[in-house]
């Protein structure tokens, strides 16, 4: 088994390096960058360290698109501002040589020092590993053969990692590395910390009240 790395961008032009040259230090089989059309310097930049494929605009059709074109038995989509732990790869293999084991996760740490991050952390982290349903930013990574069987991503604007983990936990045991990935402040510096988290709390209840991806992605777009 090898792992292949799917990153989507937009405009990241500003974070995509210092994550691309993080991960050509480490012995993998490809990285794949799948870009929605940015129109900075990403490609660019991205072309440098990785392969670069360009597909429409979307997370969930983006890492289909770059999982389309990976070549690696297993497929790790990680966020453009999200950095990977010290031995991630032999982590994940480690866990998915288990027949049992269809994907996971890592745990979430913020790149800050701010209590009120650390808090949010350790929140996700008790959230992901009762419900085995982690956000994109954890950096999920699934078996090739399982993500295809289930139709991977679903091309819907909001909510398509839960979704995804919805799907995949029907097909086998998903798992929650203590290893913990780094994800950028930037949103919840943007954005206030209780806007943020009282928002992102309020659209995955109504998801799962059965809200469609579609009215929560105008909610989305009407709050922020």
Known sequence: ??????IPVLNEEKVIERNLRDLNKYLITETIVSDGGSNDAT???????????????????QMNFGAKAAASDILLFLHADTTLPDQWRDRILSSMADDGVVGGAFSLSIDSDRLSHRIIAATANLRSR??????GDQGIFVKRSVFEK?????????MEDVDLMRRLKKSGKVVILDDKVKTSARRWEKEGVAYTTIRNWLLLTLYFMGVTPERLYKLYNAVR
């Open 43 to 61: 490609v660019v930049i991205a072309g440098s360290y990785a392969k670069v494929v360009h597909s429409k605009p979307g997370r969930g059709a």
């Open 150 to 158: 289930i139709g991977g991503f679903k091309d819907i604007q909001i």
């Open 130 to 135: 009762l419900t085995k349903l982690p956000y």
């Open 1 to 6: 088994m090898d792992i292949s790395v799917i």
